[in-house]
């Protein structure tokens, strides 16, 4: 089974800051690699599929990277409206679909 | 625009089965790229992908939870079945259903809470 390690798993930034976030996978897994936005009490919403790709209607203000076992996530300038929780997610042809812990992202 | 909307009971007894549907409304049920997914979320703790399944019966499984899942569609009805057995306090989430393409869940139900309680 895939493995995916999410860090932090809490951050406080101000507003206007850059937030990234990393997703590390147990093995190689291309860019298999999909990101989330989850509010309280919401259903996950996704942002960032094949680890850097914005989907349709998503800020550009958000952004992904990496490859390989190795992704970031990044919030160029943190929005009040971004208070949530950002999960990583891996897919691949086994298949499998796996998610990381969460990082809660708080307004300091 | 694409609606999920899961339902069933929202209290199942331990050792018991929890059964789960979801109608899709809005969109292509018999999308060929498309397969339909179970994700759920224990309170306070994160997202878990439980399995998915092709509109023609083709499944995938969580290896951590295969032993005790069953998928089901019906694609008369637009719909598909979740069914987890011998459930105990641990199953209890919030069961969302989603749409799973190539891996990547991009419309998500509102998510129906199940509690396992005697």
């Known amino acids: 089974d895939i493995q995916m390690t999410q860090s932090p798993s809490s951050l406080s930034a101000s507003v206007g800051d850059r937030v990234t976030i990393t997703c590390q996978a147990s093995?190689?897994?291309?860019?298999?690699l999909n990101w989330y936005q989850q509010k309280p009490g919401k259903a996950p919403k996704l942002l960032i599929y094949d680890a850097s790709n914005l989907e349709t209607g998503v800020p550009s203000r958000f952004s992904g990277g990496g490859s390989g076992t190795d992704f970031t996530f990044t919030i160029s300038s943190l929005q009040p409206e971004d208070i949530a929780t950002y999960y990583c997610q891996s897919y691949d042809n086994l298949p499998d679909r796996a998610f990381g812990q969460g990082t809660k992202v708080e307004i300091k | 625009q694409l609606q999920l909307q899961e339902s069933g009971p929202g209290l199942v007894k331990p050792s018991e089965t929890l059964s789960l549907t979801c109608a899709v409304s809005g969109g292509s049920f018999t999308s060929p790229v498309h397969y339909w997914g179970w994700i759920r979320q224990p309170p306070g703790k994160g997202l878990e992908w439980i399995a998915s399944i092709y509109y023609t019966g083709s499944t995938l499984y969580s290896p951590s939870l295969k032993s005790r899942v069953t998928l089901s569609v019906d694609t008369s009805r637009s719909q598909f079945s979740l069914k987890l057995n011998s459930v105990t306090a641990a199953d209890t989430a919030v069961y969302y259903c989603a749409r799973d393409w190539r891996g990547s869940f991009d419309s998500w139900g509102q998510g129906t809470l199940v509690s396992v309680s005697s």
């Open positions: 093995q190689d897994i291309s860019k298999f």
